[in-house]
């Protein structure tokens, strides 16, 4: 599923991906990294080593309940993002999916690949008859907020102390949309 982002930059690729070669893992490693050091590391807050990285990733990829997303630019993988599905035990909410981990490294930004990477998550979870999709961050990532926002997200709440970044507490939003035609 692979789609162009913008006609006119034929680079900016957003696709599903059922496996990464060493190289890609490696790109996607980069970019984790860079995301970490911008202060969008989906939550963590320092670059952990290489080797953590490398297996959070393939582990992302064994994991039936997760989709994983990546943005290419030229080719290389700058950024992702992981559509979560509940359990199967979770039967109350099975309508529901979640968005997580969604990032773009900060040398890739401004070629569409958030708005992309936003769409084709959500593409996939109407394909997969989820009714809604949830997704949260902190209240101080405002390009990630404004992405959400201007793709229809409603924030539904705030919870105060959602993180402990740099010695002070962050509060976090909490964004709904319906995938469901009105």
């Known amino acids: 599923m692979n789609a162009k982002v913008k006609d006119s930059m034929p680079n900016a690729v957003v696709e599903k991906v059922e496996g990464l070669n060493d190289d890609e893992v490696d790109e996607l490693c980069d970019a984790a990294e860079k995301a970490i050091i911008d202060g969008n590391g989906f939550g963590w807050l320092k670059v952990p080593s290489r080797g953590v990285l490398d297996r959070y990733w393939r582990g992302v990829l064994l994991m ?3 989709d994983l997303f990546v943005a290419r630019l030229d080719g290389a993988i700058v950024g992702s ?3 979560l599905r509940p359990p199967p035990n979770n039967e109350a909410q099975a309508h529901s999916a979640q968005v997580t981990t ?3 490294a900060p040398d890739a930004r401004g070629h569409g690949l958030a ?11 109407r394909a997969a ?11 101080t990532q405002l390009p990630a907020i404004q992405l959400a926002e201007g793709a229809g997200y409603r924030r539904w709440g705030v919870k105060p102390g959602y ?5 002070q507490y962050v509060d976090g939003y909490f964004y709904s949309k319906s995938l469901v035609a009105a």
């Open 115 to 125: 708005r992309g990477l936003m769409k084709a998550v959500e593409d996939a979870a």
């Open 81 to 83: 993002t992981q559509l």
């Open 129 to 139: 008859s989820f009714r809604q999709i949830d997704l949260d961050m902190r209240a």
């Open 163 to 167: 993180a402990y970044v740099d010695g």
């Open 64 to 66: 039936p309940q997760r």
């Open 102 to 104: 969604f990032f773009i």
